[in-house]
């Protein structure tokens, strides 16, 4: 088997975000503007797509974000899709905006063929403001939207559009420091240019905002309910009076501090405020609160799965106890595996592994133990299990026909016997049979001999099916040892 540790760590931080872009694919949605309409598209490193997050920018192409966030790196460690798409020079959740991001959703559906229901969505500044309202929209008319979002974050994001026209004046008022007085006076022309003045047009701002601050009955926010969200700052106040003569009341945060404390309050114990743990910097090294790095990839990776009820070998926690014998290896991986899709269980395979299992001299040269945790505890039978062993030892030999250079001579089909075995003791049922495949790593003809074990566990929302492996005949010394790990086994901790 394929052991993966720690392969996030390994691209989070030996893989630059400037090299991640050679992994990264440009996806024309929209054959009439190529030139613009466009997403980034990074796949995971195990090709095993089982989420999506689609990240959002506005005034900044795709590109940019590659160079500015190391969400892509840890994602492509993580079985994460990450599309990376620009807003263009959009400022709300219009009607463009979302057209727009319909548009590249249904495409990334359709092109990689992707798990509507793991979807999510973060953005930056005014893409995280319309992130947000887009994700209440889809849950206020779900049969509208491509996707209705699991988890929703948005970074240094001015959540109420009055708020943000108010913040504008108060920097052209206070003329301190030209960036932010400069960019107060393009945005604040833009929204009254589109949509009038807040102050006489406040109905139709607060119906783009995704948060009204002004309005003490429940608004646009009761959409977010039942969503999981992040809102992330730089929050040193410090930092912000020496060097913009800003107060809280001078940024994004108050604002969205009461959007979190309202979702709190209506019963969301997912909406959270999110400091920094370090300085916003760019990749240029300018320090600056309106920076992707506000946010902590590596954690917000691990919310996003979490989340998205993706499995996460590096905090599952199982009920039942499967030992670990000293020295042996272990993996652990969602099923179905993205080698082998075609079986139609859902759940967690664990495997434990001789210290000898990979080298081809060792007496322990394929034995091994795997366990198999399946949702919903279906039924299984002989012809069920020796018709999911073919798919499961097809898909790990053709995964490494073409890294290990195995001529095509050499393949064969392979073909798995199972069968009915006396029941012993602590099973519901028990099976043997044999594997026959060729040995990827000796490129060799080999015969798997194979137990199976469908075990009775109190817990019937789970089918736990042990499997003990090794091409050994059934008087060697590994067989022992496999079988006492099938004895130690304890359906709960």
């Known amino acids: 088997m ?10 989070l931080f030996f893989i630059p975000r400037q090299a991640l872009s050679q992994f990264s694919e440009k996806i024309i949605f929209n054959n009439k503007d190529s030139a613009n309409d466009y997403y980034l598209a990074v796949r995971p490193l195990s090709g095993n797509i089982q989420g999506v997050q689609v990240l959002l920018t506005s005034f900044n192409p795709p590109e940019f974000v590659l160079a500015e966030s190391k969400l892509a790196n840890v994602a492509y460690g993580n079985d994460l899709l990450t599309i990376i798409a620009s807003l263009d020079q959009s400022l709300c959740a219009d009607s463009s905006s979302i057209d727009r991001i319909n548009q590249i959703l249904q495409h990334v559906i359709t092109h990689y063929s992707a798990d509507t229901s793991k979807f999510a969505l973060g953005g930056f500044m005014y893409a995280g403001n319309t992130a947000l309202r887009y994700t209440e929209l889809s849950y206020e008319n779900p049969s509208r939207f491509p996707v209705v979002p699991k988890a929703v974050f948005a970074i240094n994001c001015p959540v109420d559009l009055v708020g943000l026209a108010r913040w504008c004046e108060a920097e052209i008022k206070k003329d301190y420091y030209a960036g932010d007085v400069g960019d107060a006076k393009i945005i604040l022309g833009a929204l009254t240019k589109k949509y009038g003045s807040y102050t006489e047009n406040a109905e139709k701002y607060n119906q783009l905002s995704p948060f009204s601050r002004d309005t003490q009955t429940p608004g646009n926010e009761k959409f977010l309910k039942h969503v999981a969200m992040r809102l992330y700052f730089d929050s040193d106040i410090e930092w912000q009076l020496q060097n913009r003569r800003n107060s809280y009341y001078d940024t994004y945060m108050p604002d969205a501090s009461e959007l979190v404390n309202r979702l709190l309050l209506s019963g969301n114990p997912d909406a959270e405020f999110v400091s920094s743990k ?17 946010d902590d990839e590596s954690d917000c990776i691990q919310w996003i ?6 499995f996460n070998p590096q905090t599952y926690s199982p009920i039942y106890l499967l030992p670990v014998p000293a020295k042996w290896d272990i993996e652990r991986f969602a099923l179905p595996p993205g080698f082998a899709k075609k079986i139609p ?4 395979e664990e495997l434990r592994f001789f210290p000898g299992w990979g080298d081809p001299n060792s007496e322990e040269h394929w034995s091994y133990l795997f366990l198999w945790s399946l949702d919903g505890g279906p039924d299984v039978d002989a012809q069920v299990l020796q018709t999911n062993l073919t798919f499961l030892y097809s898909g790990l030999l053709d995964r490494n026909v073409e890294p290990r250079k195995i001529p095509k001579e050499k393949l064969f089909p392979v073909e ?13 049922k028990t099976f043997a049979g044999t594997v026959h495949m060729l040995n990827y790593i000796k490129q060799e003809p080999m015969i798997l001999n194979v137990k199976i074990h469908v075990k009775d566990c109190p817990d019937k929302t789970h089918s736990i099916i042990l499997f003990e492996i090794s091409p050994k005949s059934s008087d060697h010394p590994n067989w022992q040892k496999l079988d006492q790990l099938n004895t130690d086994f304890r359906c709960n901790k």
């Open 416 to 428: 798995v016997k199972i069968q009915n075995a006396k029941t012993s003791a602590g099973d519901l």
């Open 305 to 310: 799965k979490k989340k998205l009820k993706i």
């Open 278 to 294: 370090q300085p916003g910097i760019r990749s240029n090294g300018l320090r600056t609160p309106y920076a992707w790095s506000v």
């Open 345 to 348: 269980f859902k759940g967690v």
């Open 2 to 11: 394929l052991k993966s540790y720690l392969v996030f760590l390994i691209v």
